[in-house]
């Protein structure tokens, strides 16, 4: 044993004796300090941060001929070779690049939150606290400019899109089933959990080449990186429980969570609007791993999967009949991505992900039998090609297989299936003339192969820095996207569906003190899928000769300085949209659109007993409907919709870990908002058909939450 403690003295002595300091100040060329400059050994993991006045210091074993790189938002990325045969101490000059924070940076169409943009609006931390959401990532979105309530829906609907106009991507890969299954009259919610990512770019028009099959507008994931620590965590509901672990390595992770929900309970406590006969009831779970390969490099692997049963009744008759309408299914998503440097000036991004589901929906005595599988590969690489010029270029091939049965009560089968091979490219240089104006012109192409057709999309953007934070940008972009699978079941003799985006915006502010926001926009749609109505409601004569527009003005505003620890926001949409599409007769407005959209989030932190209180307050005027009882399609409104909702959130501590206990109640005055009719599948003996009122499941919804950690 002593020999033992000899030898691990020697051996730690020598290799205290081995160590090398590194050390030094960071300057300006008018040699004031950089704080936080990231100082580090180029393809190792030492390294450290600069203090307050630009020093910093570390040491490193490593040996002979290094380089020491220097890097910080808003300035040119600094390296040089140097010597470790003995201590290094060094003064590093950085230059300001034309790429810095304070530079143009072209935001048209786009509200990010993360940490890179200037557009960011919301953080992942925001989707927890806003009252509305519920811990919903697309209820959160739903506060942001250019989308609409849809509080019997739960779906993003943007700038008078449909809910397939949005597509949702996790680390630049396609998400195809982002939302558990709709089933009629009953919203639904987003699949994935907000603390799964370090940021949220939602993009309401005239986004990027890289993006395609959508046509008003994506919303961007991107997941966390490694996590700070190991971690168990345990949260107890009202409607449910959920579990998870967290190891945490030098250089990977492994997340492992699970949940269970029931509403059985809780629809047995309030009163529903729905005549449920099963409450919804699931079970998910989750694996996320991680791996960081070098300093650049990331490796994450992400699968998630979930089961769900429902069924209720709704009115199908004027004598008081019902029809059961039933949902149960399953879900897997996975996600495998890598992204690696070649050199300080090339990237790369590679990646697959997959989604598989088995729904089977009841609709009275008939059954809908769907399995759907989407399999999509992804490749970027991004080069600075010298200073102030960007070039992003890349493609996908993503395989679409879908398989249906629609099984009659009195037995019959009818079939529809398809398979889909849809291979994309892009190319997006973007090139800053100066820190006060930037373009990014873009190309993207794609072929599908179940209709056999091919379409190019250019797009572009500009922006113009008007004042120190102050800038004007614009964008204009085709886009196109394949039919719907409900259409290419039946007819596979289709084109893309198409939408020209013009988008003009203007921003003042910055989002970590204050930002204001406001764009306007217009969106002309053609070759939109049109049908009549067949036997058993399937859709016949398919074409696309359908068409319709959509202008509107957006504001957003929002201020996190002005009052110590209250942050919040307020925004205004405002639309006019008609089109002619599926079933429609003639240009309408959709029965999912209001005029005018308000919304109003405040969160207010008490930092003497660790709690935050919040606010939400949402306000819509009335929808469409249709009523088979009047000559004009579409003419009526519902009246007015209001929401608002209060939540709470007390942090205390579990060992050095924080936990939470939460509470939340929607719709707080309890309205009794109407979102929709919809008439009765039987005329009574004069012809007339009844209106049933579409409502929130429930009046008020109450939550409570206790999430702890340790």
Wanted: proline share 3%; glycine share 8%.
């Amino acid at each position: 044993m002593k020999t033992l403690l000899t030898f691990s003295f020697i051996f730690l002595s020598v290799l205290a004796f081995a160590q090398v300091n590194i050390s030094g100040k960071v300057v300006t060329k008018n040699g004031e300090p950089i704080p936080g400059v990231n100082i580090y050994l180029e393809n190792t993991y030492d390294g450290a941060s600069s203090d307050g006045e630009g020093n910093f210091s570390f040491e490193t074993t490593e040996t002979g001929q290094q380089t020491l790189v220097a890097s910080f938002i808003g300035y040119k990325t600094w390296s040089q070779t140097i010597d470790l045969q003995n201590n290094v101490v060094l003064q590093i000059e950085m230059q300001e690049s034309v790429n810095s924070i304070d530079a143009v940076t072209i935001t048209a169409g786009s509200f990010a939150a993360d940490d890179e943009s200037r557009a960011s609006v919301m953080k992942s931390l925001d989707v927890y606290t806003t009252p509305s959401a519920n811990g919903d990532v697309m209820a959160a979105i739903r506060t942001m400019p250019g989308t609409q309530a849809s509080a019997d829906d739960g779906r993003l609907l943007v700038r008078g899109g449909d809910a397939y106009e949005t597509s949702t991507y996790i680390d630049g890969l396609v998400a195809s089933k982002p939302y558990y299954s709709k089933t009629p009259d009953v919203a639904t919610r987003g699949r994935f959990a907000p603390s799964l990512f370090s940021g949220v770019q939602f993009n309401t028009g005239g986004y990027s080449a890289e993006y395609g099959q959508a046509l008003s507008s994506v919303l961007v994931l991107k997941s966390t990186d490694l996590p700070e620590a190991d971690n168990t965590g345990i949260s107890l509901m009202t409607i449910g429980a959920e579990a998870n672990r967290t190891e945490r390595w030098e250089n990977t992770s492994l997340n492992v969570s699970g949940g269970y929900t029931n509403l059985s309970l809780y629809d047995k406590i309030f009163k529903s609007n729905v005549d449920w006969e099963k409450p919804v009831e699931s079970v998910n779970g989750t694996a996320v791993f991680r791996h960081k390969t070098s300093s650049s490099g990331m490796f994450k692997a992400y699968i998630t999967t979930d089961y769900g049963n429902l069924a209720y009744l709704v009115p199908a008759g004027n004598d008081g009949e019902k029809m059961k309408i039933s949902s149960k299914g399953g879900t897997v998503y996975s996600n495998l991505s890598y992204r690696d440097c070649f050199s300080e000036k090339s990237c790369y991004r590679i990646g697959v992900s997959s989604t598989y589901q088995d729904n089977r929906l009841g609709l009275g005595a008939d059954d809908v039998n769907t399995k759907e599988l989407n399999i999509e590969s992804r490749f970027a690489l991004v080069h600075d090609l010298s200073e102030g010029v960007k070039l992003t270029w890349g493609a996908n091939e993503t395989y679409n297989k879908y398989d249906q049965d629609y099984i009659e009560n009195e037995g019959a089968v009818y079939n529809g299936s398809f398979d889909d091979h849809l291979l994309g490219a892009f190319i997006e240089p973007e090139i800053k003339f100066t820190k006060k104006f930037g373009i990014r012109p873009g190309l993207r192409t794609e072929y599908s192969s179940v209709i056999n057709k091919m379409n190019v999309a250019p797009r572009f953007a500009l922006a113009l820095k008007t004042g120190e934070k102050a800038q004007l940008s614009g964008a204009w972009g085709l886009y196109y996207q394949t039919p719907q699978a409900d259409y290419l079941k039946i007819n596979t003799d289709l084109d893309f569906e198409q939408a020209m985006h013009y988008i003009l915006s203007y921003q003042f502010g910055d989002n970590s003190e204050r930002l204001f926001r406001t764009e306007a926009y217009y969106k002309k749609y053609n070759d939109l899928i049109t049908y009549s109505v067949g036997e058993n409601g399937l859709p016949k004569n398919l074409q696309n000769d359908g068409s319709g527009y959509a202008a509107g003005l957006d504001i957003f505003w929002r201020d996190q300085l002005s009052i110590k620890g209250f942050d919040y926001w307020i925004t205004y949409s405002y639309i006019d949209t008609k089109r002619k599409y599926q079933y429609y007769p003639e240009k309408a407005t959709p029965y999912f659109i209001s005029d005018h959209n308000f919304s109003v989030v405040g969160k207010y932190w008490v930092n003497k007993i660790n709690t935050q209180f919040g606010a939400s307050f949402t306000a819509a005027s009335g929808r469409p409907f249709n009523d088979p009882n009047s000559s004009e399609f579409n003419s009526e409104r519902t009246k007015m919709y209001s929401d608002l909702s209060l939540n709470m959130s007390h942090v205390f501590y579990i060992g050095n870990q924080y936990s939470v206990l939460y509470c939340s109640v929607n719709n707080v005055l309890g309205n009794n908002n109407v979102l929709n009719y919809r008439p009765t599948n039987v005329a009574d003996a004069q012809g007339n058909y009844s209106l049933v009122p579409v409502k929130r499941d429930l009046k008020r919804f109450v939550f409570i939450g206790l999430f702890l950690n340790f």
